[in-house]
């Protein structure tokens, strides 16, 4: 089986990373095992559930990282960054 190196800067990072995966394995648990006819409502039902879970936990993850990043250096970050907008 093949494998997967990852690399991480953060221990918060490394949970939020092993989440992903765990998400993406259990999705595709869901869509062998579902009953003939139901994979697609079993599927969205965890993604609705789980998978918003898991991108609402993302981004408060995120903007923590940046609190903590600017309590360390009070003039970090560019005002205004507007990247990815």
Same mark, same amino acid.
């Given at each position: 089986?093949? !494998?997967?190196?990852?690399?991480? !800067?953060?221990? +918060?990072?490394?949970?939020?990373?092993?989440?992903?995966?765990?998400?993406?394995?259990?999705?595709? $648990?869901?869509?062998?095992?579902?009953?003939?006819? !139901?994979?697609?409502? +079993?599927?969205? #039902?965890?993604? =609705?559930? #789980? %998978? $918003? $879970?898991?991108?609402?936990?993302?981004? +408060?993850?995120?903007?923590?990282?940046?609190?903590? =990043?600017?309590?360390?250096?009070?003039? %970090?970050?560019?005002?205004?960054?507007? +990247?990815? $907008?």
């Amino acid at each position: 089986m093949p !494998t997967l190196t990852v690399e991480y !800067t953060t221990d +918060a990072e490394r949970i939020e990373l092993e989440r992903a995966i765990a998400y993406v394995q259990e999705m595709r $648990r869901l869509g062998t095992t579902a009953a003939h006819g !139901t994979v697609l409502e +079993a599927c969205e #039902t965890f993604a =609705l559930g #789980t %998978g $918003r $879970r898991l991108l609402r936990d993302n981004l +408060a993850a995120t903007v923590q990282a940046r609190a903590d =990043l600017e309590k360390k250096s009070p003039g %970090g970050g560019p005002k205004g960054d507007t +990247a990815g $907008r």
